[in-house]
């Protein structure tokens, strides 16, 4: 006689963590650009640049030390994020390396008495920064909810640096930036991470009052005056934004970031309608009476007005028209890294309109892939929210997402004439040391929420009274 005794084992192996699916996506995240850095140099000088080890070996470097944090203080992190960010940035290294070889541009900038200096460089180094701004957020970050402590120190930091370009003169127009002698930093980058931890630490405790302290008017569900107060007070700031600031960018990202979270929250379609209806008419307002937003809108509707045999007094620029046909020389496939005419736009060409570049030179293939490669770090932090155990961090998770496509819909909409052009920068690609740190920035409070939301949960402590529990069987 056999007895046959079943033992049932309970594993305590957590999910992977997919670092190493990380560190090989890493590897052709430094390879692509390389490659590109590569091709261009052949386009432009018919030789592989003399940097091109170096910048191989540097790009590495960053993202070998950013691989080794994540693993070390965030090893269950969303394995996307981090690659995907340094194909971003190792790209918009290339293609800014190439507007500096330039000699339309050299010529240019001795044409109106300024010194022609390569923004590759600099931008290497804010790169470098950025990476190690990333490292700090993820070591001194133990945990996201640390956050939801400085709600409304957040809203005072963040309306103080909304407010600081006012003190400062002008850039083309638009006072978005801060320059204190050779420094200089545009605040409204940082402004939307900040922004995001007060909406998330704000909506979390009044959005069952949003939601269900409602009255039906016209077939929407409006909140109650003291409820409605707060975002009367962030609409009438994007709009002192837009008017006193002259940024429509950063006031489209202000407003349409608190929209989206608003509608996360309370799951209330009325918002999405009472948003739209709100920014319609701030944006009809300004642009009626304030003249720089008034001549932007014009050139966004009459873009070749400015080669008319006598063009309007506000026809002051051609911009707009030159990335226009940037576009439409590229074709599908492009004219090939190094061998486009992207750089007659001017002195914008890295910085507002390096979208125009990508569009000549690589194509509308290679233009749908830099927006595919944006629109998977949005899907991956929307992905995040999903995950995240605590409310806050999953509105967190959302307002960084949200902030992060509002600003690739705007610069992108603005360089291809879908909309008025804003004056933002396109994430890690563009020229710019606030833009590539805010950004980094984000993507490590990204990854932090991803690492929290897809830890396992720690084992149950052993009972010790089933431990002295005997069962006997006869």
Same mark, same amino acid.
């Given at each position: 006689?056999?007895? *046959?005794?079943?033992?049932?084992?309970?594993?305590?192996?957590?999910?992977?963590?997919?670092?190493?699916?990380?560190?090989?996506?890493?590897?052709?995240?430094?390879?692509?650009?390389?490659?590109?850095?590569?091709?261009?140099?052949?386009?432009?000088?018919?030789?592989?640049?003399?940097?091109?080890?170096?910048?191989? #070996?540097?790009?590495?470097?960053?993202?070998?030390?950013?691989?080794?944090?994540? +693993?070390?203080?965030?090893?269950?992190?969303?394995?996307?994020?981090?690659?995907?960010?340094?194909?971003?940035?190792?790209?918009?290294?290339?293609?800014?390396?190439?507007?500096?070889?330039?000699? +339309?541009?050299?010529?240019?900038?001795?044409? /109106?008495?300024?010194?022609?200096?390569?923004?590759?460089?600099?931008?290497?180094?804010?790169?470098?920064?950025?990476?190690?701004?990333?490292?700090?957020?993820? %070591?001194?970050?133990?945990?996201?909810?640390?956050?939801?402590?400085?709600?409304?120190?957040?809203?005072?930091?963040?309306?103080? #640096?909304?407010?600081?370009?006012?003190?400062?003169?002008?850039?083309?127009?638009?006072?978005?930036?801060?320059?204190?002698?050779?420094?200089?930093?545009?605040?409204?980058?940082?402004?939307?991470?900040? %922004?995001?931890?007060?909406?998330?630490?704000?909506?979390?405790?009044?959005?069952?009052?949003? /939601?269900?302290?409602?009255?039906?008017?016209?077939?929407?569900?409006?909140?109650?005056?003291?409820?409605?107060?707060?975002?009367? !007070?962030?609409?009438?700031?994007?709009?002192?934004?837009?008017?006193?600031?002259?940024?429509?960018?950063?006031?489209?990202?202000?407003?349409?970031?608190? !929209?989206?979270?608003?509608?996360?929250?309370?799951?209330?379609?009325?918002?999405?309608?009472?948003?739209?209806?709100?920014?319609?008419?701030? /944006?009809?307002?300004?642009?009626?009476?304030?003249?720089?937003?008034?001549?932007?809108?014009?050139?966004?509707?009459?873009?070749?007005?400015?080669?008319?045999?006598?063009?309007?007094?506000?026809?002051? *620029?051609?911009?707009?028209?030159?990335?226009?046909?940037?576009?439409?020389?590229?074709?599908?496939?492009?004219?090939?890294?190094?061998?486009?005419?992207?750089?007659?736009?001017?002195?914008?060409?890295?910085?507002?309109?390096?979208?125009?570049? %990508?569009?000549?030179?690589?194509?509308?293939?290679?233009?749908?892939?830099?927006?595919?490669?944006?629109? #998977?770090?949005?899907?991956?932090?929307?992905?995040?929210?999903? /995950?995240?155990?605590?409310?806050?961090?999953?509105?967190?998770?959302?307002?960084?997402?949200?902030?992060?496509?509002?600003?690739?819909?705007?610069?992108?909409?603005?360089?291809?004439?879908?909309?008025?052009?804003?004056?933002?920068?396109?994430?890690?690609?563009?020229?710019?040391?606030?833009?590539?740190?805010?950004?980094?920035?984000? %993507?490590?409070?990204?990854?932090?929420?991803?690492?929290?939301?897809?830890?396992?949960?720690?084992?149950?402590?052993?009972?010790?009274?089933?431990?002295?529990?005997?069962?006997?069987?006869?």
């Amino acid at each position: 006689m056999s007895s *046959t005794s079943n033992t049932t084992t309970i594993s305590t192996i957590g999910p992977p963590s997919r670092r190493n699916t990380e560190l090989a996506l890493l590897v052709f995240a430094v390879i692509v650009p390389v490659f590109a850095y590569a091709n261009a140099g052949l386009a432009l000088s018919d030789e592989l640049p003399s940097g091109m080890l170096s910048y191989g #070996l540097g790009l590495g470097l960053l993202a070998g030390v950013g691989h080794l944090v994540v +693993r070390k203080f965030a090893p269950y992190a969303d394995p996307l994020l981090l690659p995907i960010a340094t194909l971003l940035n190792g790209l918009g290294l290339v293609i800014i390396w190439r507007l500096d070889q330039s000699r +339309r541009l050299a010529q240019q900038a001795k044409n /109106a008495d300024r010194v022609f200096s390569a923004a590759a460089p600099n931008q290497l180094i804010y790169s470098a920064m950025a990476v190690a701004l990333f490292v700090g957020v993820l %070591i001194f970050l133990k945990d996201h909810r640390i956050l939801q402590r400085y709600t409304y120190i957040s809203m005072v930091g963040a309306l103080i #640096l909304l407010i600081l370009p006012v003190f400062f003169p002008p850039v083309f127009g638009a006072r978005i930036w801060v320059r204190v002698g050779s420094f200089s930093i545009q605040p409204a980058e940082f402004a939307k991470i900040i %922004i995001a931890v007060f909406f998330s630490g704000y909506l979390m405790v009044k959005r069952d009052a949003l /939601a269900l302290a409602s009255r039906r008017v016209m077939g929407l569900y409006l909140p109650r005056g003291r409820d409605l107060g707060p975002i009367l !007070v962030v609409w009438a700031m994007s709009i002192l934004i837009l008017v006193f600031e002259t940024d429509l960018g950063t006031s489209l990202l202000f407003f349409g970031m608190f !929209v989206v979270m608003l509608y996360v929250a309370t799951e209330r379609t009325s918002w999405i309608v009472f948003g739209l209806l709100m920014s319609a008419a701030g /944006a009809v307002g300004v642009a009626s009476f304030e003249p720089h937003v008034k001549v932007r809108v014009m050139a966004w509707l009459h873009p070749f007005a400015v080669y008319q045999e006598h063009p309007p007094s506000w026809a002051t *620029t051609e911009q707009i028209a030159q990335a226009l046909m940037s576009f439409g020389s590229g074709g599908v496939f492009g004219t090939g890294l190094g061998q486009g005419a992207s750089d007659l736009i001017g002195f914008a060409a890295n910085s507002d309109f390096i979208l125009a570049t %990508i569009g000549e030179e690589l194509g509308l293939a290679g233009t749908m892939a830099i927006l595919l490669l944006y629109g #998977l770090i949005v899907e991956r932090g929307m992905r995040t929210a999903l /995950a995240a155990r605590d409310p806050f961090g999953k509105l967190l998770s959302i307002g960084l997402s949200a902030a992060f496509a509002i600003q690739v819909f705007v610069v992108a909409g603005g360089v291809m004439g879908l909309i008025p052009l804003t004056g933002m920068t396109m994430p890690f690609v563009a020229y710019g040391g606030s833009s590539v740190l805010a950004n980094w920035a984000l %993507i490590a409070i990204l990854i932090r929420i991803s690492d929290t939301a897809r830890r396992p949960a720690p084992a149950p402590a052993p009972s010790t009274d089933a431990e002295m529990t005997q069962v006997v069987r006869p």
